[in-house]
T-cell receptor
Framework: GNSVTQMEGPVTLSEEAFLTINCTYT??????LFWYVQYPGEGLQLLLK?????DKGSNKGFEATYRKETTSFHLEKGSVQVSDSAVYFC???????????FGSGTRLQVQP | GAGVSQTPSNKVTEKGKYVELRCDPI?????LYWYRQSLGQGPEFLIY????????DSGLPNDRFFAVRPEGSVSTLKIQRTERGDSAVYLC?????????????FGPGTRLTVL
């Protein structure tokens, strides 16, 4: 069935380190792909999205590229900050549906 | 402007009781979604409304769960005969139209604890 697999956390990095959080998906159609972020004490927020193959979503220094051939949507940031500490969720929306399917989340801890 | 609001923020109930959870979407948003998030997991889809009607209720786990949106704005998620396994954070989201590229804006959630 449809699912999202993302790397388990927590991921602990020092400030200014490079970040990659892996995400792969299994879907029946041609989904739209999303990264959501949940900062401590706050609700889920959309971080970035990509709606077709080879699209790159970007926001706040984060990037992810829709790779249809590998069914992946890995999240990257060149230099993380303490304020990036949060839980990151990969998600997709399958063709013809409006429901988001989420991964289990990856907690990122950035140390000064 | 105001975001999605949910009440109550916390609800503690006893096994077997009935509960109602309320969601106020962003003004003007025609699409409304309910999700459930268990500890350490990502949100799981429950139901999607387009206007007043449930366009997709495939995520409701059983017939103890149902939701309404009688005037196309506020929605109520209703759980009958609650069980300990229903304990979770219930999230509501809304979007402008419900198109595939619409951003879903999430509320802060209602934490339900069934004792």
């Amino acid at each position: 069935g449809n699912s999202v697999t993302q790397m388990e956390g927590p991921v602990t990095l020092s400030e200014e380190a490079f970040l990659t959080i892996n995400c792969t998906y299994t879907a029946t159609g041609y989904p739209s792909l999303f990264w959501y972020v949940q900062y401590p004490g706050e609700g889920l927020q959309l971080l970035l999205k990509a709606t077709k193959a080879d699209d790159k979503g970007s926001n706040k220094g984060f990037e992810a590229t829709y790779r249809k051939e590998t069914t992946s949507f890995h999240l990257e940031k060149g230099s993380v900050q303490v304020s990036d500490s949060a839980v990151y969720f990969c998600a997709f929306m399958d063709t013809g549906r409006r429901a988001l399917t989420f991964g289990s989340g990856t907690r990122l801890q950035v140390q000064p | 402007g105001a975001g999605v609001s949910q009440t109550p923020s916390n609800k503690v109930t006893e096994k077997g009781k009935y509960v109602e959870l309320r969601c106020d979407p962003i003004s003007g948003h025609t699409a409304l979604y309910w999700y459930r998030q268990s500890l350490g997991q990502g949100p799981e889809f429950l139901i999607y409304f387009q206007g007043t009607g449930a366009a997709d209720d495939s995520g409701l786990p059983n017939d103890r769960f149902f939701a309404v949106r009688p005037e196309g704005s506020v929605s109520t998620l209703k759980i009958q005969r609650t069980e300990r396994g229903d304990s979770a954070v219930y999230l509501c989201a809304s979007s402008q139209v419900g198109g595939g590229t619409d951003t879903q804006y999430f509320g802060p959630g209602t934490r339900l604890t069934v004792l």
